[in-house]
T-cell receptor, first 117, second 115 residues
């Protein structure tokens, strides 16, 4: 069965600190990988996604993630966090299938990031 | 703007009553919608897959008679929590994606509190 693990449950950083959130997935086949962010009281929003090609993916708001196939990892990074980055971050995996079949995301448990001003 | 609209955003109900949550796809026809549940400090867990015009597919451990799903049109799926109990209090989120698409779109979620 597919699973996604996020090992950091709560991360507290000061503004301008660098961020790295871990994500590991378990799946035997090809997967598409995502990072979502949920700001307090708001929708889940897509930060970035990896499908193929360059394993270093750049997303919105200065976030990036690196897909390391040998480690089954897709860690999220940001060189300098801001107070407005305070939110919950979810890693998710989607098994690749040909179009036409329904697919559902498998989410990690989430990481609450608190950035202190 | 929002691609998926979920209503209501929050609801408080008494034990034993039923609550209906609506999920609308605003920009495209959604033959499939997914319903997730999120417990505090935990991840989103898939509850069921809603298919337009047919019965929903429930994940193991989810009571189909308690969580009724109706997907009567290509833009609307509803989740009804029947005879709600305090342990049903949770955050419920729907999502969908375009056929052949690569991104899931989520509703804003519904915070259900059963008292």
């Amino acid at each position: 069965a597919q699973s996604v693990s996020q090992h950091n449950h709560h991360v507290i950083l000061s503004e301008a600190a660098s961020l790295e959130l871990g994500c590991n997935y378990s799946y035997g086949g090809t997967v598409n990988l995502f990072w979502y962010v949920q700001y307090p009281g708001q929708h889940l929003q897509l930060l970035l996604k990896y499908f193929s090609g360059d394993p270093l993916v750049k997303g919105i708001k200065g976030f990036e993630a690196e897909f390391i196939k040998s480690k089954f990892s897709f860690n999220l990074r940001k060189p300098s966090v801001q107070w407005s980055d305070t939110a919950e971050y979810f890693c998710a995996a989607l098994p690749w299938r040909s179009s036409g079949s329904a697919r559902q995301l498998t989410f990690g448990s989430g990481t609450q990031l608190t950035v202190l001003p | 703007g929002a691609v998926v609209s979920q209503h209501p955003s929050w609801v408080i109900c008494k034990s034993g009553t039923s609550v209906k949550i609506e999920c609308r796809s605003l920009d495209f026809q959604a033959t499939t919608m997914f319903w997730y549940r999120q417990f505090p400090k935990q991840s989103l867990m898939l509850m069921a897959t809603s298919n337009e015009g047919s019965k929903a597919t429930y994940e193991q451990g989810v009571e189909k008679d308690k969580f009724l799903i109706n997907h009567a049109s290509l833009t609307l799926s509803t989740l009804t929590v029947t005879s709600a109990h305090p342990e049903d209090s949770s955050f419920y989120i729907c999502s969908t994606e375009r056929t052949g698409g690569t991104e899931a779109f989520f509703g804003q979620g519904t915070r259900l509190t059963v008292v």
